[in-house]
């Protein structure tokens, strides 16, 4: 009887452990899903989406992430086009939460003659170009950069895609006001997807 007894509580005290593991492991997942930023030599490139878990991480087609600091900023990306027909761009893929109003916010900045790479060509003006995109719907807006404008906040109004799956692109595009290749260094230092 007393072994059938010990036996039942180490049975109890394993599916406890078992139960605290799992528990711990599932309020891990909740709390990194909620916030995935992207490390870029021990900085941040950060991001704030009021997603839903399946939610894709950052890709990016060509170049890189740059330290910094550039503008005060580190862990930023810089969006120089790759040529006059070819976009420089990130995206990821989420799934907003229904029932809400959302915008995405991007804080970015021209950095032309801001870094000894980001070449001045003059004039300096740059295009950044912000969609999304879901299986029925795309929404796109275009935004000039001047380098005198310093860190600003784009922003698009998204309420429209609540409830869907969608693919969020933003892109450095060649052109603007002063023409092709005339100091087309965007960087973006955040995103936010936000509801209101």
Not at 12 to 24: E, Q
Not at 32 to 52: C, H, M, W, Y
Not at 169 to 192: F, H, L, Q
Request: glycine fraction near 10%.
């Amino acid at each position: 009887m007393a072994e059938f007894h010990n036996q039942k509580i180490n049975t109890i005290i394993i599916a406890s452990f078992l139960l605290v593991t799992v528990t711990s492991g599932i309020i891990f997942l909740l709390i990194t899903n909620a916030q995935k930023p992207i490390s870029v030599a021990g900085e941040r490139f950060s991001d704030d989406f009021l997603t839903v878990e399946g939610s894709d991480e950052w890709r990016e087609n060509e170049g890189g992430w740059v330290e910094g600091p550039i503008y005060n900023k580190t862990g930023i990306i810089v969006l120089h086009p790759l040529s006059t027909k070819e976009t420089k761009y990130i995206e990821r893929t989420v799934n907003l939460l229904p029932g809400k109003n959302y915008a995405i916010q991007v804080v970015a900045a021209n950095i032309a003659g801001k870094a000894e790479f980001a070449i001045s060509g003059g004039c300096d003006d740059s295009l950044i170009v912000i969609s999304a995109k879901s299986e029925s719907n795309e929404k796109r807006e275009e935004f000039v950069l001047k380098p005198e404008d310093g860190w600003i906040i784009l922003s698009m109004d998204m309420s429209e895609f609540a409830g869907q799956r969608i693919t969020i692109k933003i892109e450095g595009k060649a052109g603007g006001p002063c023409g092709m290749w005339n100091g087309e260094w965007s960087a973006i230092d955040k995103v936010e997807i936000i509801n209101y």
